[in-house]
């Protein structure tokens, strides 16, 4: 039932536009064995994130998202647009993907194929009887205040390095998804 219903909400995800086109294949496969599904994907991205207030706890918002690599001109007109924040931060986010696996055992092989694809970050988050979940991470991150109170902390010069190598590592990033899909394919079916 529980994978039936995580069928469902990848459907409609993908019906609405919402599905991270990069897990799109991954998800329909793993959603189409009979011992696993996904329950939530994020290939990874660069983001732009809005914090209106420091050091308490509250939502933040994204100021610009991209799931691709970005320009210098759209980071720097995102980090030049007004905004209501007290910081702007620069963030590059990893993949992150949610296995239900059926028991313990394809639990286990989701992990297998999680080492061979040279994913360093992951494990079973819960176990239950007949239910598995299982998360994977990438580790390429970066997180940095560029903006604080209106003014900007980095010059353009130190902004266009981050940037290169924020669009290296989500390069990166995803072929070590691409890699992890494949070895599914191989191990899972």
Sequence with gaps: MLKKHNDEQFGEAVNEGKADDRMKSICRFLNSTKNFFTSSSCAGRITLLSVKSIGKKQPNAFHRKWHRKVSLKEVLEGIDEKASEKE???????????VGARDLENAR?????????????GGIML????????????????????????????????ISFILKQANTKLADNYKRLKRFEKICRAELK
């Excluded at 702007?88 to 949610?98: A, C, G, M, R």
């Design 88 to 98: 702007l931060w620069f963030k590059l986010d990893p993949f992150i993907l949610h």
């Design 109 to 121: 092989r989701v992990l297998k194929c999680m080492r061979l694809a040279g994913i360093k970050r």
């Design 127 to 158: 176990a239950k009887e007949e239910k598995f979940i299982i998360e994977l991470q990438g580790t390429n991150v970066i997180s940095l205040p560029v903006k604080s109170d209106g003014e900007l902390l980095a010059d353009k010069k130190y």
